[in-house]
Each structure stands twice: as C-alpha cells, then as structure tokens.
Antibody, heavy 119, light 107 residues
C-alpha cells in the first residue's frame, strides 16, 4: 500500500524559508521510472506543479518558481524535502506531495498540509 | 508552458444524470491527458490517465476521450459522491500543467 504524508510548519512569516518533508512508504524512489513531485493549491484555486525528483536523483522545477525551490531526497529514510525561499502571502496554499508515474500522472497523493504565510 | 483550459468552470446536474466536461490544451499533447477528482478538504484522486484509461478502482461510469488538443470526461448515471471538482493535467511536455478545474454541483 502506497502512502505519503507531508509535514512542516503551518505558519511561516514573510521572507522566511519554508521546509516541507514528504514521508512515503509502499514504493522505492530508486525504482526505474519512479518520481515524486510537490504540487500546491492556494485556497479556492487550481493545482500548481512545483518540483520533481526522479529515481536517478535528477531534479526539475517550475519555470516560474524554480529559483526559489530546492528538492532533495533521503532514500534511506524514504523522504523528500522541498524548500522554498523568500515566502510571500501569495504562497499561502495547501502543499501536496504525490507519486508521479513514468507516464507523468500522479497516482498517489499525500493528504496535504496547509501553509499560511503571514506576519 | 502548455496552458490547459477547462469548461465550463462550474455546472449543475441531477443524480442519475449525465455530464460532459471539456479540457483543451494550448498545443497538441497527443493522448497525454489525465483527469483527477477532488472533494473539499481532500487530495485529488486520479480518475483517468492517458486520456481514456480508467485508474484502478474507478467506476466505469467515468469515461475519458480525446487526443491532440481536445479532451472530454463524461460521467453517466451521476451518483451523490461524484459531485466534486475535476481537474485535467497534461503530461506530454515539461512542466506538467493543470486546468483551472470544473466544479460539478448537485441540481
């Protein structure tokens, strides 16, 4: 059974750095073709893909947010970490991690974590 | 980036009825189109991948079709649990992108 769960702070101040952790089980991120992505959703708005790390450790970022994002993995702990710098209130959103299948669809999702950016 | 446009943004339908949701891509994406269902406060759930393939455990009343730039999701015999927001997502080119969603409400 595949499970994913996001953890991190619920409240962050503007200009601070956000660090989110996705802990997963039921699959190996080192299996050929396996990827894990971060996706966010501002309240009442659509989904926005942020970043991906794949089975080889290659990293991919949103074209609009790329310079603010860093994704990394700890394969021994089955965890993927996303950091986002210079937070702004517009970054207030629910952040999801999701397993991304080879063909590019997200077949398993975490429950999401709501992060509010406010002073 | 490829822009995904969904229509309508919302619609009302009755239990037992049938609806068709549309998703258009700003450039051709072959059949690399996926559909998700999201209920309030929950994570999205994969319904359809590769334009027309039903994800595991998804009822057969959900049907996806299309290729190129025009795609549809049809739901027949609507059940109370089907009222939710539906998102399309292209996986043809990097970066993956989502539509803005269609909210399906009970009439």
């Amino acid at each position: 059974q595949v499970t994913l769960k996001e953890s991190g702070p619920a409240l962050v101040k503007p200009t601070q750095t956000l660090t989110l952790t996705c802990s997963f089980s039921g699959f190996s991120l080192t299996t050929d073709g396996m990827c894990l992505s971060w996706i966010r959703q501002p309240p009442g708005k659509a989904l926005e893909w942020l970043a991906r790390i794949d089975w080889a450790g290659d990293k991919y970022y949103s074209t609009s947010l790329g310079t603010r994002l860093t994704i990394s993995r700890d394969t021994s702990k089955n965890q993927v970490v996303l950091t986002m710098t210079n937070l702004d209130p517009v970054d207030t959103a629910t952040y999801f991690c999701a397993r991304e299948e080879t063909r590019g669809y997200f077949d398993s999702w975490g429950q999401g974590i709501l992060v509010t950016v406010s002073s | 980036d490829i822009q995904m446009t969904q229509s309508p943004s919302s619609l009302s339908a009755s239990v037992g009825g049938r609806v068709t949701l549309t998703c258009r891509a700003s450039q051709t994406i072959s059949k690399s189109l996926n559909w998700y269902q999201q209920k309030p406060g929950k994570a999205p759930k994969l319904l359809i991948y590769g334009a027309s393939n039903l994800a595991t455990g998804v009822p057969s009343r959900f049907t996806g079709s299309g290729s190129g730039t025009h795609f549809t999701l049809t739901i027949t015999s609507l059940q109370p649990e089907d009222f939710a927001t539906y998102y399309c997502q292209q996986s043809f080119v990097f970066p993956p992108s989502f539509g803005q969603g269609t909210k399906l409400e009970i009439k």
